[in-house]
């Protein structure tokens, strides 16, 4: 079992940045495959990031297009912790951000992932 804890949400103006992280507790962290999802109000859920170990060689970082060149997600084994960098920030980016957890890295369906966080709300204003 993993337990996910995230924060690091807010308020924030168009063209600011927010940092998520999410520390996990239960299971060994180096090996998990974490990822982040967020679900607007009346949409389903989707996927943002993730951040797998490819291999055994090196993570991979896997990011959704509407996100790409504007969010970074990174770990630190140390802390137990995934955090997702969020630059440029839009209206269309508000959402609930989830941070999830899976054994091995699946694919990027919120059923790819077995363990979630309770979710981080954020929110953009025009």
């Known amino acids: 079992q993993v337990a996910l804890v ?20 239960g299971r060994p962290f180096r090996s ?14 989707e996927f943002v990031s993730s951040h797998t170990w490819n291999s055994g060689i090196r993570y991979y970082a896997d990011y ?23 630059n440029s920030l839009k209206p269309e980016d508000t959402a609930v951000y989830y941070c999830a957890a899976a054994s091995a890295a699946r694919g990027r369906r919120p059923s790819d992932f ?10 953009v204003s025009a």
Do not use: H
């Open 6 to 25: 995230e924060s690091g949400g807010g308020l924030v103006q168009a063209g600011g940045s927010l940092r998520l992280s999410c520390t996990a507790s």
């Open 32 to 45: 998990l495959a974490m990822g982040w999802f967020r679900q607007a109000q009346g949409k389903e859920r």
């Open 64 to 86: 959704a297009d509407f996100v790409k060149g504007r969010f970074t997600i990174s770990r630190d084994n140390t802390k137990n912790t995934v955090y997702l960098q969020m």
């Open 114 to 123: 077995d363990y979630w966080g309770q979710g981080t709300e954020v929110t």
